[in-house]
């Protein structure tokens, strides 16, 4: 099993470009989240999906857009790239028994740079 | 709203030595406390978490309710521990989780 893996490693855009992370797993799990991680800040939640077809908001959604078509994908887009969207992008999923919960599982990671 | 703080950016400590990686937190609920690590080149992975109790690679962590705290312990560092290290919150049952900012450990030799 490969896990959760991320696409691209690494990209730089300009301004205004526009792009897509695409996050996959293999592990038939439902839940699935974007992360960007900042120096100092830790880890914080863009947004998350409970399962195919739906998704919600996280701690900072502004400035992003996710889908969920297969259950196994998770799509982060950025339509206008600003500088302050330079981060390291992390997926992760895992699988929540009802009214439990359990651990994370991420992806390596997406470095973007916004110049 | 629930908040994970870590206040040492960056502990070092010498092979051999004892590490205590701080971790509080703020939340109204029942708290389900994590650590997740980040060793170098690596993926964040789940280092351990409170309702099992156990012991990974040495570390220790006792949630302190009163305290509202939840450190990391171990007796005896090694180089190998040399990573960044996340205290986590689950705060709903979505599985939402909230980071501290981490800490870097050095162990050095």
């Known amino acids: 099993n490969a896990g959760v893996t991320q696409t691209p490693k690494f990209r730089v855009l300009k301004t205004g470009q526009s792009m897509t992370l695409l996050c996959a797993q293999d592990?038939?799990?439902?839940?699935m989240y974007w992360y960007r991680q900042d120096p100092g800040m830790g880890l914080r939640l863009i947004h998350y999906?409970?399962?195919?077809?739906?998704?919600a908001k996280g701690e900072v959604p502004d400035g992003y857009n996710v889908s969920r078509l297969k259950k196994q994908n998770f799509l982060l887009g950025l339509e206008s790239a600003a500088p302050s969207q330079t981060s390291v992008y992390f997926c992760?999923?895992?699988?929540?028994?009802?009214?439990?919960?359990?651990?994370?599982?991420f992806g390596p990671g997406t470095r973007l740079t916004v110049l | 709203a629930q908040r994970v703080t870590q206040p040492e950016k960056l502990l070092s400590v010498f092979k051999g030595a004892p590490v205590e990686l701080k971790c509080n937190y703020s939340?109204?609920?029942?708290?389900?406390l994590f650590w997740y690590v980040q060793y170098s080149r690596q993926r964040l992975q789940l280092l351990l978490r409170?309702?099992s109790r156990e012991s990974i690679k040495g570390f220790t962590a006792d949630l302190n309710k009163g305290e509202t705290s939840f450190h990391l312990k171990k007796p005896f560092a090694q180089e190998e521990d040399s990573a960044m290290y996340y205290c986590?919150?689950?705060?709903?049952?979505?599985?939402?989780?909230?980071f501290g900012g981490g800490t870097r450990l050095m162990v050095k030799p």
């Open positions: 592990m038939n799990h439902e839940y």
């Open positions: 992760a999923s895992s699988y929540v028994p009802p009214g439990l919960t359990d651990t994370q599982y």
């Open positions: 409170h309702i």
């Open positions: 999906s409970v399962g195919e077809g739906t998704t």
């Open positions: 939340y109204s609920g029942s708290p389900e």
């Open positions: 986590a919150l689950s705060w709903n049952a979505g599985n939402m989780l909230t």
